[in-house]
């Protein structure tokens, strides 16, 4: 069985009329400059998060492995507070031990910042002031378990971390002897060795999208999927949208003004956009079922593979869009191409490096600049990929590409490179 590599690429381009998908700092749609001309343009984090929390049919949460339902991360800065305080209270724990084990275990995880370090050194010398002294109410709240970033957890972590607190207070029982056992325990590359070896820890979303941490405990899980960000392939199209709220208290007045409770304006646009999606096969397979990257091909594909096409309908058909209320913002793609093969992924964006012109039609004119990169890249550097398409409007423009076939079929090619790779 081969060990080369295997990536699966899907392009996309799908047309939005009268939105604001994607919002900057302050209010307005975001943009990126590009061949010339400004584009608008839909953040690689807001589409993934919109695929990730999606949660009609043929989500990410829907996926099931031969265990049962797959997991998927929680994303908080409550997450110690919330899967392992909570829990050893409802057990009942003593207060003062179950938090000084979520604050080892939280410690031994993610380290502790300089903040929390004077925090405590604060709270020693106030100690040491008051002692004698008649407390203020407030000192005698609990502190927060909150951590200082939001934490990206799979299930699998926070249960392990859960058992662990647990076990130390159990064991150790005060507060002072925990902080001291916790030292040796967490020293122990045993423990290191065991959250390592969990499988698909970060969650299944943690295994796509990776995550970003402080710690070298959690460093293991890289993103395997690589989101471009999106942008129209012609100049921006946008209109100040003005708007006014009506307040019903004040109306039949002699002056018609006064019906008004508000005005504004907010900013419209609208856009055929190009989407670009990466699937690192070897490093997506290592993710999920906790084997070496180099061994990816001789590891179980099954549920990889189900991911892809899960991934392909998402990406497909799951719309970004702030303003939904106002602006209904729901588009399917007009195409949707995915390639497999082992060369280095490129992006097809470089089609729209010069912008599309729309008229008389933009679909077609997007259709054969994309056809013609192709064509030329593929004269150039020799076509390397295996390619499957779906697409809506004079698909007979994208037949030197692939012959076009429905989502669904789509969605089984990208499965298939996977499973069938050798």
Partial sequence: MTTHPLFVQIHTLTSYPGALLNRDDVGFAKRLPFGGSTRTRISSQCLKRHWRTFDGDGSLASLRDEMGPVSLAVRSRHSFERYVLEPLLSEGVDADAARAATEAIMVAVLGESAKAKKAKEDAKSDDSTAKGKKKKPDQDAAPSMMTGQITVLGKPELDYFLKQARDLAKSAGSADAIAKEAKDRFKDKEWAKNLEGLRRAAGLDGALFGRMVTSDKLARSDAAVHVAHAFTV????????????????????????????????VELTSGLYYGYVVLDVAQLVSNIEGCPVRDWAKADRKLTADVAATLVRLVSRVSPGAKKGSTAPYSCAHLTLVEAGSAQPRTLANAFLKPVDGRPDLIANAYDALVSYVTETDEVFGEANRRALAAIGPKERLAKLAQPSTIDAVAKFAAGAIVEHR
């Fill in 234 to 265: 012609h100049s921006e199209y946008s209109e100040p949208d003005y708007f006014s709220a009506v307040d019903d208290l004040l109306q039949g007045g002699d002056d018609p003004q006064l019906g008004s409770g508000h005005i504004g304006t």
